[in-house]
């Protein structure tokens, strides 16, 4: 019996416990460099889901002496 109490409390316990990344955290994108959009730009790549399953895109950092050929 107390078997299952335990197992009841437990089962309680971690109902009641919020995960640990909420909706809270993916309902918006928080920043000058992310953007929520369908379809992320060549120079974008996507991080998460924004709340209305739009893409969260941040923009790519591009190092300048690897562009240069010459």
Same mark, same amino acid.
């Not at 309902?27 to 969260?56: Q, T």
């Given at each position: 019996? #107390? &078997? ?7 089962? !309680?316990?971690? +109902?009641? &416990?919020?995960? !640990? @990344? +909420?909706? !809270?955290?993916?309902? @918006?994108?928080?920043?000058? $460099? /992310? =953007? ?5 730009? /060549?120079?974008? $790549?996507? &991080? @998460? $889901? %924004?709340?209305?399953?739009?893409? %969260? %895109? #941040?923009? =790519?950092? &591009?190092?300048?002496?690897?562009? =240069? =050929?010459?």
């Amino acid at each position: 019996m #107390r &078997v299952l109490l335990c197992i009841l409390g437990v089962l !309680a316990l971690l +109902s009641t &416990v919020p995960p !640990a @990344r +909420s909706f !809270a955290f993916n309902s @918006r994108c928080s920043s000058l $460099y /992310h =953007k929520c959009r369908m379809k992320c730009n /060549h120079d974008e $790549y996507s &991080v @998460r $889901y %924004c709340s209305d399953s739009s893409i %969260c %895109c #941040r923009i =790519k950092k &591009v190092d300048l002496n690897k562009r =240069k =050929k010459w």
